[in-house]
């Protein structure tokens, strides 16, 4: 097997057929100066000529080939990622502390596995994995949305984030005389100042010394549980923390009422509900960009059917994310069931993250190193940012809808 890399290949191939095509043009240009002369080609000349298109051709498809060869290395080298427990077991100090006498700790943050950069730039994984080309084409799975996907994403390096936060508006503009001394109206605009403090959710399992042997089972830990562990609490805290203690403060507890008036729609439905609410937020100037209801509620609306027996919303043989309205819905169980939550979520409020979630491995708590035991922990450090509330609109479908059917 040849040691030369497809590069050099290539350039070799390249060098084999600019020299038969030279041949052909040579063979060519011949046969052309003899036939203005009146001569016939030659039956050993024609032979040559085909023998000699064909190399050219034959060299052309080889280096065709190396070089889509070369184009697509370069691709699936950029397009390479990985999930969280690949990346971890890949992690250099994660092998070298499987390999040495396991004692210790050992950690890898998570914003180099959603990394796609093959350079050593802060964040790449680089070519930790050799891909295998799977023929045809694979479809990309559907990822559930989450709370975190519908807002303006951040970052920061102190432990509390400090902003201005509008609280009302009075929007006093009108038309003018020129009349001398006519005065003109005045709107009023009122900021709070605001300060959300970096929150830490985490936890942490026990693991026997030999699961870091079986690196499958190592992934399934990480990927299965504690990541969407963090997520999981991450959900709730972004829409119900309370704002006290070591929680955040959360967008569906400093939401605006819903005040919809649905005495004009006819047997209103959970569809008729939320259209109103994003009626509101648009009558307040701040669009609404996504909406977030428990799986429950979205199952009712999307098994809605209508006269005919056809569905309204839900397709059931459709592949699309969720939506309706035009706006993308999170189906999340942090909503309690028969409520809802809709409103600017790019522009209304941004997440601030502290730390990526992060995975940790280490020997060195309590017993463990006696025991032959390890402990993994996952964690990250978030904070929240409403910037303002009339952004927002909330509400409980059955209230809403029992007063205008009573």
Known sequence: MSDKSVAELAAETKAVFEKKHDAVKEIAEKALAEAEKGVPLATTA????DEAIAGMNEAKARMDELEQKMARKGSDDEGETMSLGEFVTASEDVKSFLSGPAKGRVGVETKAIISSLTTAANGSAGDLIVPDRVPGVV?????????????????????????????????SAATVTETLGTAKAQSEIYFDIQTSSVTTIAHWVQATRQILDDVPMLQSYINGRLIYGLKYVEDNQLLNGGGT?????????????????LAV????????VLRVAILQASLANLPATGIVLHPTDWMTIETTKDSAGGYVV????????PRIW?????????MTSGTFLTGAF???AQLFDRWDARVEISTEDDQNFRKNLVTILAEERLALAVYNTLAFVKGTFSTQMTDVTS
């Open 245 to 261: 203690g070591t929680d955040l403060n959360g967008i569906y507890t400093q939401a605006t009422a819903s005040t919809a008036n």
């Open 326 to 334: 035009g706006l993308p819905v999170v189906e999340t169980h942090a």
């Open 139 to 171: 479809g990309v799975p559907l990822r559930k949305l989450t709370v975190r996907d519908l807002l303006t994403q951040g970052r920061t390096s102190a432990n509390s984030i400090q902003f201005i936060q509008e609280t009302s508006y009075t929007n």
């Open 314 to 321: 839900g397709d059931p043989t459709g592949r699309m994310q």
């Open 265 to 272: 729609i006819a047997l209103p439905t959970k569809i008729d």
């Open 46 to 49: 024609k032979e040559l000529a």
């Open 346 to 348: 790019d522009g209304g």
